[in-house]
């Protein structure tokens, strides 16, 4: 039988396109606002300056997802078609078609895209060439967009990328693309009682910058303020220097709660103080985080001596950072996370305390097995109560996660640690 020397997962999980680091390089001027309101603009920035954001996949298509009132004379027979989804209007889907200008067999280079959703693929810019990436390496190319979002038409930038690709659900290798946000929004502020540097950024790069962050970073839009007036966004260590706040009805920045609510276009802001209703969250002590879910209101838990304040609010739980002290007083640290069907149910009263709804942690080791071309990949999963599905992260230092192999008296046969890979 297999034992395993530590109750710990070495699963990893990989997504293509879903980490992906993109500048920002371009300007604006100011649009008219509300009372109230502050403006936002674009404004070139460091690369990192806001960290990462996610992109829009794009499948490949064979013909358009909409009709077209006017399309060019491809030079290839097989034409590869894409949707994008970007702002909020009735039609909101844009295509993009990629084409071979040496003829069929040459290779793609021509990028057709209905910049102004006109439903035609003849404007003077709407032509352009471009070069193959692949899984590994992006060669992007950065278009500008007229995206109706609100009530308003705003320049909206984004970066394109095809590539071949294939893999399980996708077995035949096709030229897949995706589409990523390359516009951010800035402006200036008055936060914790000073001014500061501010932006907004569409993390879901879908054209609009005021999606609440429903399901963790990357699934919605963010707010950052630059409280240490470093000129940097980064988010570092410590709730006094975070700038980075995911939207949503209330954020509390630098111990102060404020209603942020961004025009749709992301070009203008609303910054108010706010009062909203708090309860208490309590957790066992091996509980250090909690990440609470909601369609209107994220909730980012810290907990300190099994306590955490919450918005009041019905939520799913969506993932937990758990730490515990094995005999040689090692800290171990793992995290879990639940698909959203089976995501345990948590309501916060205002002024009420609610515990965490979850049973004695007892985990369950699963050794499996599975061929990938002339390599054997071994993995461990562990599976917790309620449908938690727990994992392993880098950060537990100098401890590795192992296996030992006994025979059937119970002899030790041989032993090993896993590496990362």
């Not at 954020?251 to 709660?257: D, F, P, R, V």
Request: proline content about 8%; some cysteine; glycine content about 8%.
């Amino acid at each position: 039988m297999i034992m395993i020397s530590r109750p710990v997962s070495v699963a990893f999980l990989f997504a293509l396109g879903t980490l992906v680091a993109y500048p920002l390089v371009l300007r604006g001027q100011s649009p008219a606002t509300q009372p109230g309101e502050v403006p936002m603009v674009a404004e070139d920035c460091n690369p990192m300056e806001l960290g990462f954001g996610s992109c829009q996949w794009l499948y490949p298509l064979d013909s358009p997802r909409k009709k077209l009132a006017f399309e060019p004379k491809y030079r290839s027979a097989k034409p590869v078609y894409y949707a994008a989804v970007l702002g909020d209007a009735p039609d909101n889907v844009y295509t993009f078609v990629i084409d071979e200008s040496g003829g069929t067999g040459k290779g793609y280079d021509t990028l057709y895209v209905d910049l102004n959703n006109d439903n035609r693929l003849d404007g003077p810019d709407e032509k352009v060439p471009f070069p193959m990436s692949t899984t590994s390496q992006d060669h992007p190319v950065r278009l500008k967009l007229l995206v109706r979002a609100g009530q308003t038409t705003v320049p909206y930038w984004v970066s394109f990328t095809a590539f071949p690709y294939k893999d399980a659900k996708n077995p035949v290798e096709k030229m897949h693309a995706n589409l990523r946000n390359a516009s951010y929004r800035v402006g200036q502020a008055i936060i914790a009682g000073k001014m500061h540097r501010i932006a907004l950024a569409d993390l879901n790069s879908n054209g609009l910058f005021n999606d609440p962050e429903t399901r963790g970073i990357f699934t919605g839009d963010r707010f950052f303020v630059d409280l240490n007036d470093d000129g940097k966004f980064e988010d570092v260590k410590g709730d006094d220097n975070q700038s980075g706040f995911p939207l949503g009805r209330y954020t509390k920045i630098a111990g102060q709660w404020y209603a942020i609510v961004p025009r749709p276009g992301g070009e203008a802001v609303s910054i108010a103080p706010a009062t909203p209703p708090l309860g208490q969250v309590q957790a066992p002590a091996f509980v250090t985080t909690a990440r609470l879910i909601s369609p209107q209101q994220p909730c980012f838990s810290k907990f300190t001596d099994g306590k955490a304040e919450a918005v009041a609010g019905d939520y799913s739980v969506f993932s937990l950072q758990l730490e515990a002290r094995d005999k040689a007083g090692a800290v171990w640290m793992t995290s879990a996370c639940w698909s959203k069907d089976a995501s345990p149910a948590l309501t916060v009263h205002a002024d009420q305390s609610v515990v965490l709804p979850l049973q004695a942690v007892s985990l369950q080791v699963t050794p499996t097995v599975a061929s990938a071309g002339e390599d054997l990949m071994i993995g461990l999963q562990i599976t917790g109560v309620a449908g938690a599905e727990f994992s392993w992260p880098k950060s537990n230092p100098g401890i590795k996660p192992g296996y030992e192999i006994r025979d059937a008296q119970g002899k030790s046969v041989t032993s090993a640690t896993f590496e990362y890979g």
